[in-house]
């Protein structure tokens, strides 16, 4: 089995940048929120546990997080989409198993191609 998902992807597929043609003025936040059709804020993660362990089962995870935000009311029981930053490490890595990577303040899409 592969130690990790970048060793299964760096093999055999070809792929290619598309450079963007928008206006790379957003934030993240504005571009996620664009993107998923979802008001996105900042949250930052202080706790999380699974709550059970029961095999074929899908995980329940509690997290605890801060957020600077009065405008939010989150109350337990509500649905939560959480959209990871990739860690600098990962991102560098990857681009490290990669040729004619663009530069690193354009906008681009990775197209995988099989």
Do not use: C
């Given at each position: 089995a592969p130690v990790s998902y970048l060793d299964n992807a760096s093999g055999k597929k070809r792929y290619k940048w598309t450079m963007s043609n928008k206006n790379q003025t957003k934030s993240l936040n504005d571009s996620l929120s664009e993107s998923h059709g979802k008001?996105?804020?900042?949250?930052t993660l202080t706790k999380k546990a699974q709550l059970y362990n029961e095999p074929k089962e899908p995980k329940t995870v509690r997290v605890d997080f801060k957020y600077d935000n009065s405008e939010i009311s989150y109350e337990p029981?509500?649905?939560?989409?959480?959209?990871?930053?990739?860690?600098?490490?990962?991102?560098d890595y990857?681009?490290?198993?990669?040729?004619?990577?663009?530069?690193?303040d354009k906008l681009v899409t990775l197209q995988v191609e099989n």
């Amino acid at each position: 089995a592969p130690v990790s998902y970048l060793d299964n992807a760096s093999g055999k597929k070809r792929y290619k940048w598309t450079m963007s043609n928008k206006n790379q003025t957003k934030s993240l936040n504005d571009s996620l929120s664009e993107s998923h059709g979802k008001d996105i804020q900042e949250f930052t993660l202080t706790k999380k546990a699974q709550l059970y362990n029961e095999p074929k089962e899908p995980k329940t995870v509690r997290v605890d997080f801060k957020y600077d935000n009065s405008e939010i009311s989150y109350e337990p029981g509500y649905q939560l989409s959480i959209f990871p930053r990739n860690p600098d490490e990962t991102v560098d890595y990857l681009k490290s198993r990669m040729n004619n990577n663009p530069p690193s303040d354009k906008l681009v899409t990775l197209q995988v191609e099989n």
